[in-house]
């Protein structure tokens, strides 16, 4: 089966820019998932959504960050305006049902610099 | 405050030998553990799940223990080969949902 797709897969841009990353899942997988992951650091999630919903944006910086998962599958995070701390590797993951009883499949991630 | 931990410093080892990292975690109840690989310029890929009813879970050369009593799993490669080199990562499911939160990750190197 095809991976998690995600693109870009490098960004430079300047502060106070805006950027977007899409992701594209496993077919048939309820659960998406973008993750922050920082230089040496382990990912952080930002938000979780299922099928075309939200479950969990808690830690997503919403003056910021921005992201929907129109239709139930493809998803599109956005970052308006960046700051130079959002340089990090955006990853997108999927799961088939989002029960903790299941492993996650990432992407590649989309590696953003700011600059 | 919650906490996972994971040893920040590189684990060298000689190729062979049985690799030991370790993940310990502070408040947190989970009733889920995983262990993910990541190499560089990759996302992370899932190798075990251990639930929090099962002591210990095997993988081909891979071994997970999970001890909710002392709040810490520990991950076994045995016969450790280069190309298990990567960093691994810890993650386990929160108090509350079913998000996963990561650990910082070790690395570990496998000298030939």
């Known amino acids: 089966e095809a991976g998690v797709a995600q693109s870009p897969r490098y960004k430079i841009i300047e502060k106070r820019q805006s950027v977007a990353f899409w992701c594209?899942?496993?077919?048939?997988?309820?659960?998406?998932?973008?993750?922050?992951?920082?230089?040496?650091?382990?990912?952080?999630?930002?938000?979780?959504?299922?099928?075309?919903?939200?479950v969990d944006d808690s830690q997503l910086p919403k003056d910021r960050f921005s992201a929907e998962r129109?239709?139930?599958?493809?998803?599109?995070?956005?970052?308006?305006?960046?700051?130079?701390?959002?340089?990090?590797?955006?990853?997108?993951?999927?799961?088939?049902?989002?029960?903790?009883?299941?492993?996650?499949?990432?992407?590649?991630g989309t590696r953003l610099t700011v600059v | 405050s919650q906490k996972i931990e994971?040893?920040?410093?590189?684990?060298?080892?000689?190729?062979?030998?049985?690799?030991?990292?370790?993940?310990?975690?502070?408040?947190?109840?989970p009733a889920y553990l995983q262990w993910y690989r990541q190499d560089p310029g990759r996302g992370p890929v899932f190798l075990l799940l251990i639930r929090e009813n099962e002591k210990e879970k095997r993988k081909e050369r891979l071994k997970v223990t999970f001890d909710t009593t002392l709040k810490q799993s520990l991950f076994h490669i045995t016969a450790?080969?280069?190309?298990?080199?990567?960093?691994?990562?810890?993650?386990?499911?929160?108090?509350?949902?079913?998000?996963?939160?990561?650990?910082?990750?070790t690395r570990l190197m496998v000298k030939p």
């Not at chain 1, 308006?80 to 499949?105: I, M």
């Open chain 1, 24 to 54: 594209n899942p496993i077919s048939g997988h309820a659960t998406l998932y973008w993750y922050q992951q920082i230089l040496g650091q382990g990912p952080k999630l930002l938000i979780q959504f299922q099928n075309n919903g939200v």
């Open chain 1, 70 to 108: 129109l239709k139930g599958v493809d998803s599109t995070l956005k970052i308006q305006p960046a700051k130079l701390e959002d340089s990090a590797v955006y990853l997108c993951a999927s799961s088939n049902r989002g029960s903790r009883a299941e492993g996650y499949t990432f992407g590649s």
């Open chain 2, 6 to 29: 994971q040893n920040s410093e590189a684990l060298n080892i000689q190729e062979g030998k049985t690799a030991t990292l370790t993940c310990n975690y502070t408040n947190y109840s």
């Open chain 2, 80 to 105: 450790s080969q280069p190309a298990d080199s990567a960093t691994y990562l810890c993650a386990l499911d929160g108090n509350a949902g079913n998000m996963l939160t990561f650990g910082g990750g």
